[in-house]
């Protein structure tokens, strides 16, 4: 993982287990996810990112409680001062993450989502001030994000083509496998 240049992510605990079971450490930079937010501070640069691990979701087949959700948003506020830019990581799927943002539509600068549901490349969220994606399906694409200017001010909101850029990169024949992580997979 470390070959993979991953600054943060998150795991399972049932992926943390098989890591275990195997000898296999906890990729650097990781978080176990847990019944709470977790958090992190990184360096990007010199700009210092805080990042919200949403919990890991207990069932996907019930809606996530708001009270999880009231429990990142007071983790994003918590990262506020020491943070220029507040990006949520989420597995919980697309209803609970609207649900989320609906209910906290300034918590995070950046929501990261996955889980069940839809992909999107990238959009502002309700009110403008956090800027949605979420993976697609499959592993077969990657989404970019380019921040353009960094959150800052009540009048700050996400706009396409101004301060943000989305993209979705389909991984077909296109992008030729890197032998050396390919290699990691075998």
Known sequence: MARLRYDAGAILPSEAEY??????????????????????????????????????PADLTKPTPPAVGDAVAEAARKLRPSA????GVSGI????????????????????????????????GPGGKTLFARAYTR??????LDLQQLPGGPDFAWKLGENFKAEVVNLDEAYPADPEIKKLFE
């Open 19 to 56: 890591l275990q079971s195997v000898g296999a450490p906890i990729p650097a930079g990781f978080t176990v996810l847990g019944d709470k937010p977790a958090t992190a501070v990184i360096d990007k640069g010199g700009v210092k990112v805080g990042i919200v691990f949403f919990p890991a």
């Open 84 to 87: 220029a830019l507040v990006i």
């Open 93 to 124: 799927g697309m209803l609970d993450e609207e649900a989320f943002l609906a209910a906290h539509p300034d918590a995070l600068d950046v929501l990261l989502g996955s889980g069940l549901n839809a992909g999107t490349a990238g959009r502002p």
């Open 139 to 144: 592993g077969k694409t990657v989404n970019r």
